[in-house]
Structures are given as structure tokens and as C-alpha cells.
């Protein structure tokens, strides 16, 4: 067990007040490294359990006015720029293991859906293609119902394990995940630690080809390389959201270097120095020019977490300072390739958002 360090930090941090755990406690933790968009301030704790039982220990021993925040690969995350208040929970090699028995799959929290997926073909499951081209965990997928190509996780989950903030072990049926579109109804406090999903028989090369299918679809439609969080909105009921930004000539619109990617419009993209106000200010212009031209309503899809460093520009009037329109410019040259803090996944996009 190692108790929380206590060294060169100011008196006071809430490091100092965490239960001692078998995992890692670290203080003022920066979280833009590992999030897709590459923004966003530190975490004030960040832990990572070594199993479920350090983090049922740990949540039970937690003080219940700490605030909690769970994250995957933040593959669909915007951290604020003032950071994450309270603890972060990043599960990690404790959570990652995938074990196929007959047509049925049992899968870490933390294990990529790139890795299932692979682990299905391997196994000749079929069915759990659509997860290769989403390049989040399993404990991601759980909360958002993660989806592509006509399917989601709802269609194959049997079962959740989950961990409660009071450090309670929980278990959720299928049908007690209440799942909707991209979304679970399962507590938001819950901290998933496992799935069991089913597929049926297939043959491992035909679900190869359609695993490389969907590679290929998502290459030529999506920003593949960029650092962007997804599909920014839902697709409201009835519409494409893309085809709502695109109409309100939002296609390359940019704020400093957060953009509205030329490629896929309703992903924003950080073309290198963009903060998470910047995108989270691009975000809400795309969503007021929206309605103005449409009357509908966006609803981000892209969880916003943390606390804002200074206050965004106010809405309406002034809004337009700063932004700018590209049109068909390749959004200031090639961003870099994202730098893999997720262990080498396909980088793929969502247009399978149906
Ligand atoms: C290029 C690109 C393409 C994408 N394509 C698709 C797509 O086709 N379909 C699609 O559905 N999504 C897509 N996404 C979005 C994203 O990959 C999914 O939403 C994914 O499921 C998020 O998983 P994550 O591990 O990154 O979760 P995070 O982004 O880290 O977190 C997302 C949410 O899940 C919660 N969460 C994470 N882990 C847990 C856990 N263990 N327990 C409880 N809650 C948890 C977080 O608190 C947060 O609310 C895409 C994103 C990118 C960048």
C-alpha cells in the first residue's frame, strides 16, 4: 500500500487527504497530454487503481464531498482549461483484459475497442466490427453507447460491471443501462469497470475485410490525423448535424486555431495551439448559427469537463470577434499525427454516426 505523497506540495492539497491505495496518486496531474484535442489544465488528483478492488477501497474511504471524475482515453472529452477540481480516475492495466469463451467476450474497462474487436475477429465472433473505428475504451463506450456504422454497443452488451462513488460493487443488466442514443442512463457516478458482450459466429477473414472496410470509409471521410474529440454534436432527431453546420456555412469556420474541420464538419479540430475555451467557444458559435439558419437546437455530444480558467466571450453580441471563416483551406497545413497515448489504435473518425 503507498499512502498519498506529502513532499513539496502546498499545505493543503487535497493529495494529502487521499486514502492510501496500491495503485498511482499523483498531484496537479496534466491531462492535455493524454486527451485527443491535446487542451485542458490538470487534474488536481489523479489516480489510477490498480484493480477494481484498490478502486472500491479507495472509493469508499474517499471523503463523499470530493468531487470524481472518470475518463477513458478522452477520445471524446474537452477538459476545460483551469483543469479538473477533485480526483480523475484513469483505469489502467489492471482493466484491460479481454477473454473470448464461445460467442461471448469479456472485456476490461480500460481495454480499447480497437483490441475487442481484434480479439472478436480472432476468435471469429462476429458482430463487433463497428467497435474497431472507435477509438475510445470499453468504459467509454459503455457510458456514451458507442456506436458506427448502424450498430452500438446496446446492440451487444449483455452485461456492466460498475464500481459506485460510495465504492459499492454494482452490476447492470442490458436493460438496466438504460441505453438511448449515445447515452446510458446507468448513474453518472458510476465508474464502469467491465463488460460482457455477445456476438454470433463468423468467419475470421470476413470479418477482417469488414473491420479494414471501416478503416477505409473513415480515412477518406474524417480527419483521421487531427486532434479532435469526434463528432462535436448529436444528430438531432431527423437531421444530420453535419448537414445543419454545413448549411449554416460553419465548413472551416475557426477561432485562433480551434476550427471546424473542412473534411467532416461537425468535428472541431486543434490545428496546434487552440485551448479548450477556444474550441468550447467555436463549439457554441456553430450551435448559435445553427439554430439562426435552422431553428434546431445542437446537443453536444463531446463531454465537457473541468473548470474554465477565464470567462468565454459572452454570447451573442461580440461573438464574432475572432472568428474566422477558411473556405477549403486546408486547415493551416497537416496537423501532426496524435501522438499515441492510447496504445497504437487505429486512429478512425464517426462518420458511421448514423
Ligand atoms: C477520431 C474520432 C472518431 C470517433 N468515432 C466515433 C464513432 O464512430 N462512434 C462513437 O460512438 N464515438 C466516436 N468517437 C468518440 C469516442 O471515441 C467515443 O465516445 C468513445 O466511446 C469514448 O471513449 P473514451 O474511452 O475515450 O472515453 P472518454 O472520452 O475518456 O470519456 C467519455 C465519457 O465516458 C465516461 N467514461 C469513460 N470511461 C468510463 C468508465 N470506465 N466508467 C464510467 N464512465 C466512463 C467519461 O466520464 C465521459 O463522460 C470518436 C472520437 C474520435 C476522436
Not at 163 to 185: I, K, Q
Not at 299 to 319: C, N, T, Y
Amino acid at each position: 500500500m503507498t499512502a498519498a505523497p506529502r513532499m513539496s506540495l502546498p499545505d493543503g492539497h487535497l493529495i494529502q487527504r487521499m486514502p492510501a491505495v496500491r495503485g498511482r496518486l499523483s498531484a496537479d496531474a496534466p491531462l492535455a497530454p493524454v486527451t485527443w484535442f491535446r487542451v485542458g489544465g490538470p487534474a488536481e488528483v489523479m489516480f489510477r487503481p490498480a484493480d477494481a478492488d484498490d478502486l472500491a477501497d479507495f472509493l469508499a474511504a474517499l471523503p463523499a464531498e470530493v468531487p470524481v471524475t472518470v475518463i477513458g482515453v478522452a477520445s471524446n472529452l474537452l477538459v476545460r482549461d483551469g483543469g479538473v477540481p477533485g480526483v480523475t480516475i484513469r483505469l489502467g492495466r489492471g482493466f484491460t483484459d479481454i477473454l473470448a469463451d464461445g460467442m461471448t467476450l469479456t472485456a476490461g474497462a480500460a481495454a480499447l475497442d480497437l483490441n475487442v474487436a481484434m480479439v472478436a475477429r480472432d476468435a471469429g465472433i462476429a458482430g463487433l466490427e463497428f467497435l474497431s473505428g472507435i477509438p475510445g475504451t470499453i468504459g467509454g463506450a459503455l457510458r456514451m453507447n458507442g456506436g458506427a456504422y448502424g450498430r452500438e454497443l446496446a446492440d451487444v452488451l449483455v452485461s456492466a460491471t460498475a464500481v459506485a462513488r460510495d465504492g459499492r460493487r454494482l452490476e447492470f443488466s442490458h436493460a438496466g443501462m438504460g441505453f438511448t442514443y449515445r447515452h446510458s442512463a446507468a448513474p453518472e457516478d458510476c465508474i464502469f469497470t467491465g463488460a460482457v458482450l455477445r456476438g454470433e459466429p463468423g468467419n475470421p477473414l470476413e470479418i477482417a475485410r469488414r473491420m479494414a472496410e471501416i478503416s477505409d470509409k473513415r480515412a477518406d471521410s474524417q480527419p483521421v490525423r487531427s486532434r479532435t474529440g469526434g463528432s462535436t454534436f448529436k444528430n438531432p432527431e431527423g437531421h444530420k448535424a453535419w448537414e445543419l453546420i454545413d448549411k449554416a456555412g460553419c465548413r472551416g469556420l475557426s477561432i485562433g486555431d480551434a476550427q471546424v474541420s473542412e473534411k467532416h464538419c461537425n468535428f472541431l479540430i486543434n490545428n496546434g495551439t487552440a485551448t479548450a475555451a477556444q474550441l468550447e467557444a467555436l463549439g457554441e458559435e456553430v450551435r448559435r448559427r445553427v439554430f439562426e439558419t435552422s431553428g434546431v437546437t445542437l446537443e453536444w455530444e463531446i463531454k465537457r469537463i473541468g473548470v474554465e480558467l477565464s470567462p468565454s466571450p459572452p454570447r451573442g453580441e461580440g461573438r464574432d470577434e475572432g472568428v474566422r471563416r477558411q473556405p477549403n483551406a486546408p486547415a493551416g497545413g497537416s496537423p501532426s499525427p496524435q501522438p499515441s497515448p492510447r496504445g497504437g489504435e487505429g486512429e478512425t473518425a464517426d462518420g458511421g454516426h448514423a
